[in-house]
């Protein structure tokens, strides 16, 4: 599959829309996240906790996915799709601990401000704050929930505690496919 995803389904939340780089076509899982070029592409539509580098390579799409692979195996853990992983856990932490920051005091009255301790690349601080999201929704957030229609598999934020598709139009499909489906 080479063509460039559109990225429509992209929730607004950096670490939902980090999660969401694998979607399915009817029931299979795709991976969307090849080359730079698809890279470069999310970094673009995404909701990011940093600003993008101008330019992204080879070696940034394996530490995205370095990232990404424990990141979606441990939300999809948290709503009960995969099994709790230490070394998914480790994994998380070290791209944490790879661009630490201090709050500082802010220039504007009564603000803090992020600022990373020595010079980590921008992509590096990037996957950084992603995964501090993704920590952060894994800690404090009850209403993450997975879209198990054909067609999305994707993990979004519930508007109502009984809600089980992301979206009306994944409701519908799942109900087509239900009913076609052979006995
Ligand atoms: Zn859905």
């Known amino acids: ?57 080879e070696a940034d799409v394996a530490a995205f996915l370095n990232l990404r692979d424990p990141s979606l195996r441990l939300l999809r853990a ?17 791209t944490i601990a790879s661009a630490p920051e201090i709050e500082a005091l802010g220039t504007e009255p009564g603000t803090t401000e992020l600022r990373p301790i020595g010079s980590p690349s921008p992509f590096t601080l990037l996957l950084s704050r992603l995964a501090r ?29 009984n809600q089980s598709w992301c979206g009306p139009a994944c409701g519908n499909r799942a109900r087509v496919s239900r009913h076609h489906k052979t006995p």
């Open 1 to 57: 599959m080479s063509e460039t995803p559109t990225w429509e389904w992209l929730e607004g939340y950096p670490a939902l829309d980090l999660a969401n780089t694998v979607i399915r076509r009817g029931w299979t899982e795709l991976e969307l996240i090849h080359t730079p070029a698809d890279l470069d592409s999310w970094l673009n539509a995404a909701a990011l906790p940093a600003p993008r580098p101008p330019t992204v390579d």
């Open 133 to 161: 999201e993704v920590r952060d929704v894994l800690t404090s957030q009850d209403r993450l929930a997975f879209c198990d229609a054909p067609g999305c598999g994707q993990l979004f934020f519930r508007h109502r505690p």
């Open 78 to 94: 948290a709503v009960g799709r995969e099994s709790w992983e230490t070394h998914d856990v480790e994994q998380l932490t070290e």
